[in-house]
């Protein structure tokens, strides 16, 4: 009997989740032909066709739905042991910097899994915007971070890519509008100048109607159904969704993060940047 090797696996949940082999191929960091012949091979082992056609794209088969319960259990059960080997005796502390994005949507189970792992490691823990986040890494005042990333740097230790999205209230906008009404954080933003850039481009008319210095003020306006916002989908719960295609918008670049880490890190730190750079590359 063949094994099902993890990184199979991590591909497959990944098509799972984006819906999609380009999608698939954007969260791996492969091509996605190096994509597709992993699926392939996937299903040489399992002995069955996992994905069908299905319209434009993939699809699953039966057999790939009964994989996906099988293949997070078997993930889940990977990372567990790996930690438990690596972290029983470590000690010390690890502060780690992210965005708010990730502290709402996957970091909080993977800092569990950590904090189960290595009990005797502290956690500090600072949420905020990336540029303030990448000063507080280069002042030694972190150990590793999870900034939006503007341009490649020595000190990443993982990529995370993950569609723009325009997102707003579950209820829609409080009024239709000519111009596209925008929530926006403060300069400088990435997903601030990527909104205004493929607006700009379509010639379509905007004003910003909401600006905010946190992902709390802006969340806060975008359920108010005061205007439309750009993030990923890790911001799209508590009664923020994805804007229906009636408004007619053009589409938005990939968002590329990085998991950056200093070279003053000890073992601790780079343990859990390795579990961030597996675990958050998974969407949530």
């Known amino acids: 009997m063949e094994t099902l090797d993890p990184d199979l696996l991590k591909t497959f949940l990944a098509f799972v989740d984006g819906g999609s082999l380009a999608k698939a ?10 994509v597709t012949a992993q699926m392939q091979r996937l299903e040489e082992i399992v002995g069955e066709p996992l994905l069908t056609p299905q319209g434009r794209g993939r699809g699953l088969t039966p057999a790939g739905e009964d994989l996906v319960g099988h293949a997070r259990r078997i993930l889940a059960v990977h990372t567990e042991a790996w930690l ?6 470590a000690g010390g502390r690890v502060a780690i910097g992210t965005t708010q994005d990730f502290a709402d949507r996957g970091l909080p189970d993977l800092l569990r899994a950590f904090a189960i792992s290595h009990p005797r490691v502290r956690i500090e823990l600072r949420v905020g915007r990336s540029l303030e986040l990448g000063s507080a890494l280069q002042a030694g005042q972190l150990d590793l971070a999870i900034t939006m990333r503007h341009a490649a740097s020595p000190d990443e230790a ?13 209820k829609g906008l409080a009024t239709r509008q000519e111009a596209v009404p925008l929530a926006l954080l403060d300069p400088y933003c990435g997903f601030r100048e ?22 709390a003020g802006l969340r806060t306006a975008v359920n108010a159904g ?12 508590s009664g923020i969704v994805e804007a229906s295609p009636d408004f007619d918008l053009p589409s938005l670049p990939v968002a590329d993060f990085a998991i950056r880490i200093s ?8 343990d859990l940047a390795e579990l961030l750079g ?4 998974l969407p949530s």
């Open 263 to 270: 070279r003053e890190a000890a073992r601790p730190a780079r």
């Open 278 to 281: 597996a675990g958050l590359a």
């Open 226 to 237: 005061i205007a439309l916002t750009p993030r990923t989908r890790r911001f799209a719960h």
């Open 194 to 215: 990527a909104a205004l850039d493929v607006l700009d481009a379509a010639g379509r008319r905007y004003r910003i109607a909401a600006g905010s210095a946190s992902l």
């Open 84 to 89: 438990a080997l690596k972290g029983a005796r």
């Open 158 to 170: 993982a990529l995370i890519s993950e569609p723009m999205l325009w997102l707003c209230s579950e």
């Open 25 to 34: 191929a954007s969260t791996v960091g492969r091509t996605p032909s190096a």
